[in-house]
């Protein structure tokens, strides 16, 4: 993209569309925790986390809101940084399978193996995914963002058993109002434009238009060099063939939103959003480096690696893939890395209100195309590099009733269906070994589809025992079905690992199916207003299915694809509280979960293959807590903290890391976990922040912000590899707005990460070495400087 059409687009931002401050506050069903309501008391908090509207102070449910305000202030524009706004969540972007890495409080799947659903499903707009590459996704023009922690069984269409990621966009405002937004940020060379308009069409039909745009040059930087092959000294290989930074991106995504009211009672609200993506590599967010001392990495035992470190310094030398090579290989893009992600979302919910009761469906189709070409051994060779083509599309239907009587008991009923199908294609090629049969130099090419159906029905009770005490009690039914077809396609029989590929042109189907009751109940006593006290039985299910591998051997087709369900159920209870005329609150949770069958993916690098299973068990128990306390006029803390004890109970069957001897565990190239802490799994996690309104300058609104959080230490690897260990790290965040009162235009600097930190959630060998001390981690983003400018009307 050219520096002029960048400039045309960022001053149209800067002078077209988006809602005004007033217009955030009015749509947004959640308001900032710090809000005050008329100046110096905390207004209410209202959350959907049981699909109906209720106050945050009064649900029983583990549940932290974020709002509008906080993911603009944070620069929160994609899931991942979301993820950082929430106490003990991680969400990372990946380079293979499902996409993406999703933990709450330590539970997660991982993402190497695409047949995979997540534990913790994402809702966008009332429709449930539960697809990792959904984080390719612009996060923008948000009411609010609802973290659900834990099991979540009976009102997000497929339960999860490690919690929701529910984000809400902002709705249709009753008079018209706009706002655009521009913005650049320093370190990545990233400029950014986001706007909205908003306001009515007709006295039924009021509308939404919001976009985003976005173009990067990166914060990693790539010095490949251009270097002759090893395999085959005749060819040159090309270096760093996509530019000298990464992961290098344009995203462009747009949102149009319809809601009809044409009679008293009933409402339409339609959302359609489109969403593209272009990057220069799929893994541009991973690095390579070493550990014990090691400074010089090498690749197929002995081989220096040209330009290459041993270090966590946002340098690589990641190079693309010769023409020879790429030529007449399927997705390879001339030998150029990339990744193209295109998704569409379309979501309708209508509702009618009865006297006693509303009735309310929800209609969903996404859909998303993903194509990449990676190259896996990170080192201007290429020796190791894989395209794929992966299309998922999913179609989504609830309906529900709630009933609303006078008595002390009232109903929720409902059932969901979902239909998906998804074709994937996967080309590698290990070590360049020429395929007569390809006419190219692919190892394996496996062609996929695999299809499913679920069903469910779903009801709760809620019982007033007296006006205090309510008891509510339900279940969700689950049957789940998944087929699949796979077959390799032309074989390499000139690669001893093409050989050992399950054979050619024969089909491999495979059929899964299960069915689940998981119910809850929660006892909840409100005091009064201020005060509620809950507990909780809960249980959640993630339904087993079929393995979709990088290379479809004949161990793994004769050893099975199938894996089996993973389970929870557990209890936990909190307490919540606004105390002190409403200038503080603050809830604390406690909580022990049980899970059995983990599902769990591991990385063998010198095979350069995954292998899925069902880890045995595991055990989360610990506590966490927020606060908000409105210290004086136009100042507002706020905080929350977490401890959180995650153990594997039982793993006897983990793969062991590279280099693992009997003395360290290694037994038949097995080792046992139990006791060890889950992936992703800090013990204590804590934030603390404020934000300032003034009127220091006459006549300017001025307003501070600032946040500091802390992560403990975690483990990133499956095999509890060394290289996968991630020390604690800070995230600072802080902001400066500035504006005239009443004015139409505000410039802010914000700084998001200002320590710099720049921790991985997932950890590998590093394909192609053997050496014990190389592993390849997928690292999230660091320092982000962004100077914008905001004018509304």
Aim: overall charge neutral; some cysteine.
């Amino acid at each position: 993209m050219t520096t002029a059409f960048k400039m045309a687009w960022l001053g149209s931002a800067a002078t077209l569309l988006v809602t005004a401050q007033a217009a955030t506050a009015q749509t947004a069903p959640a308001p900032a925790p710090a809000a005050s309501a008329p100046g110096d008391q905390l207004g209410d908090i209202v959350v959907t986390a049981r699909k109906r509207e209720e106050t945050l102070q009064s649900v029983p449910v583990a549940v932290t809101a974020i709002s509008g305000v906080q993911i603009q202030n944070n620069l929160a524009s994609d899931l991942a940084k979301v993820g950082e706004l929430a106490p003990q969540v991680s969400i990372s972007q990946s380079g293979s399978g499902t996409g993406a890495l999703l933990t709450i409080r330590g539970v997660s799947s991982a993402s190497n193996d695409s047949g995979l659903d997540q534990s913790v499903a994402v809702e966008i707009d009332d429709v449930p995914l539960s697809r990792g590459q959904v984080v390719t996704a612009a996060v923008f023009d948000l009411a609010s963002v609802q973290v659900l922690q834990g099991p979540q069984a009976l009102f997000f269409g497929k339960n999860s058993p490690a919690g929701v990621i529910s984000l809400r966009s902002a709705d249709p405002t009753n008079r018209f109002e706009a706002y655009g937004t521009a913005g650049y940020e320093f370190v990545s060379d990233q400029a950014f434009g986001e706007g909205a308009i908003s306001g009515p069409l007709t006295d039924a039909l009021k509308a939404r238009f919001a976009y985003r745009i976005s173009t990067m040059k990166g914060y990693i930087k790539n010095i490949a060099p251009v270097v002759r092959d090893i395999i085959n000294p005749t060819v040159i290989d090309p270096g760093a063939i996509n530019g000298d930074r990464g992961p290098s991106s344009r995203d462009y995504a747009g949102r149009l939103t319809l809601f009809w009211t044409p009679s008293d009672g009933f409402e339409a609200k339609l959302k359609l959003l489109l969403n593209r993506q272009r990057r220069n590599a799929s893994n541009g967010n991973s690095e390579p480096f070493c550990i014990n001392g090691q400074v010089t990495p090498v690749l197929l035992g002995t081989i220096p690696i040209p330009n290459g470190d041993c270090a966590k310094d946002r340098v690589k030398s990641h190079g693309g893939v010769a023409a020879q090579y790429a030529a007449n290989f399927p997705y390879a893009n001339g030998g150029k890395p990339y990744l193209d992600s295109d998704l569409g979302l379309v979501s309708l919910t209508m509702t009618k209100k009865f006297d006693n009761f509303s009735l309310s469906t929800t209609s969903g189709y996404y859909e998303q195309l993903v194509k990449f070409m990676a190259v896996s051994d990170w080192s201007p060779f290429a020796t190791i590099f894989a395209t794929t083509r992966d299309k998922y599309s999913l179609l989504t239907q609830e309906i529900r009733a709630n009933s609303d009587f006078d008595g002390p008991i009232n109903l929720m009923a409902g059932i969901y269906y979902e239909h998906f199908n998804r074709p994937y294609f996967n080309s590698a090629d290990l070590f360049h070994v020429f395929n007569p049969l390809a006419n190219n130099y692919s190892t394996s090419n496996i062609d996929t589809t695999t299809a499913g159906d679920y069903y469910s029905a779903f009801g709760q009770a809620t019982w007033a025992i007296v006006p205090t005490l309510e008891l509510s009690g339900g279940a969700r039914w689950s049957y789940d079905e998944k087929r699949a077809r796979l077959m390799n396609i032309d074989n390499n029989p000139n690669s001893a690992t093409g050989r050992a590929l399950f054979a050619a042109g024969r089909l491999l189907q495979s059929r899964f199916s299960d069915s689940n009751v998981s119910p809850e109940a929660a006892l909840t006593w409100k005091p009064s207003r201020d005060h509620t006290v809950y507990a909780a039985y809960k249980t959640g299910y993630k339904g087993g299915g079929i393995s979709t591998p990088f290379q479809l051997t004949t161990v793994v087709a004769n050893n099975g694809l199938q894996f089996e369900p993973e389970k929870v159920k557990g209890f936990e209870g909190g307490y919540k509280a606004t105390l002190f005329d409403r200038k503080l609150r603050f809830d604390v949770v406690g909580y022990r979960y049980n899970y059995r069958n983990l599902q769990v993916v591991s990385y063998n690098s010198q095979t350069i293959n995954f292998t899925l299973q069902n880890a045995a068990s595991a055990r989360i128990q610990g506590v966490q807590g927020s606060f908000n306390w409105l210290a004086v006029r136009g100042l507002s803390l706020s905080g929350n903290f977490g401890y959180n004890r995650a153990r594997y109970t039982s793993f006897p069957t983990a793969p062991c890391y590279v280099g693992q001897t009997a003395a360290q565990g290694c037994v038949s190239g097995r080792q046992d976990l139990a006791g060890k802490a889950l992936l992703r799994a800090p013990k204590f996690t804590y934030q603390v922040g404020a934000d300032y309104d003034s009127d220091l300058i006459p006549g300017w609104d001025l307003k501070l912000s600032a946040s500091a959080s802390h992560s403990g230490s975690f483990q990133t690897a499956t095999d509890y590899a060394p290289g996968g260990f991630q020390k604690d790290y800070w995230l600072v965040n802080g902001g400066i707005h500035l504006g005239p009162q009443d004015g139409p235009i505000e410039v802010a600097v914000i700084g998001r990460n200002l320590t710099n930190s720049y921790y991985m959630l997932n950890a590998n060998g590093w394909s192609g070495s053997s050496n014990a001390n190389q592993y390849v981690g997928n690292f999230n983003r660091p320092r982000e400087v962004v100077i914008q400018t905001t004018v509304r009307w």
